[in-house]
């Protein structure tokens, strides 16, 4: 994954390819396109988060995307993607017709399900200290914005003394300085757990046993960690900008994401209040109906054959 690589496969390599085989439409999942080749294509785009904030990203990738992913956009005869948020973000962006654009919600695995209280113990024996626990799961990037959550578990520590455990699931690749000076300023840094990369079934594990989910990243193009949690029977906390109050509904605590203090505040609510985590489960539980990889597959090849016609 690198902007050399980027444009040695599609740039070079794909035009070849696509000159041999003749296919009636190129799709790329991941939004890349081939500038140099005739063929019918069609992105999908997850999102435009390098467009709000390029500084997240290293220079020369983030160079490439706002360099090539304009022009993927007026090549591509059909764009799918994740919400009417990014829907409308590619429009207001690289002014596209939204006619072009359909929106094709993401789904959640079926290992996600509902666990017994049982199950719930032995995880908590294993993962912290058979503690209840908050769970954050996705990687550690900039825009998932650990440093206020990191903040804001603190707060929440010092206004309810508890054994209370933060669990960070996934890898470090995008640990920064500002994620750094957050952690290691903590009052409570011997409560938050970092487990690294876990497979499905150790994710679906993990979050089926927390407390609930906190989710609040300050930029997404859908955030599918909302639908498995909803599948999982876990409350709800994420943001309440781009498309994850689309994806929750009222499914979940809104929180502002820049705000350590509102993050607390529902962190404290979710805790605290049983009567909070049974609504926002029995919400989900109707919110999940909505989203499905099946629905995901018949969206995006409904959107596939109105590229093909075009």
Known sequence: RHPVLYYTWFEMAIPKLLERLKPDLFLSPDGFLSLKTNV??????????????????????RRYYRSYFPRYAAKAVRIATVSEFSKSDIVKQYRVSPDKIDVVYDGANDTYHPLQETDKVRTREEYSEGM????????????????????????????????????????????????????????????????????????????GSAIALTYVSYFEGFGI??????????????????????????????????????????????????????????????RRELFSWQQTADRLWESIEKAAKS
């Open 40 to 61: 019918r294509s069609m992105a999908v785009f997850h999102d435009l988060n390098f467009e709000h904030y390029p500084e997240d990203i290293p220079y020369w990738t």
């Open 225 to 286: 960690p909302i639908v498995e949690a909803f599948r999982c029977d876990v409350p709800v906390i994420t943001s309440n900008v781009t498309s994850m109050p689309e994806v929750a509904g009222d499914a979940a605590l809104l929180v502002d994401p820049f705000s350590p203090e509102s993050i607390s505040e529902a962190l404290y609510k979710a805790y605290q209040y049983d009567s909070i985590r049974k609504e926002l489960v029995t919400r989900g539980q109707r």
């Open 132 to 207: 209840p626990y908050f769970v954050f799961i996705g990687s550690l990037h900039p825009r998932k914005n650990l440093a206020n959550l990191f903040r804001a578990f603190d707060l929440f520590k010092k206004s309810n003394p508890s054994d209370v455990k933060l669990l960070i699931v996934g890898a470090r690749k995008w640990w920064t300085r500002d994620i750094d000076l957050a952690y290691n300023r903590m009052v409570f840094s011997d409560d938050v757990i970092f487990t690294g990369r876990l497979n499905v079934g150790e994710l679906a594990g993990v979050l």
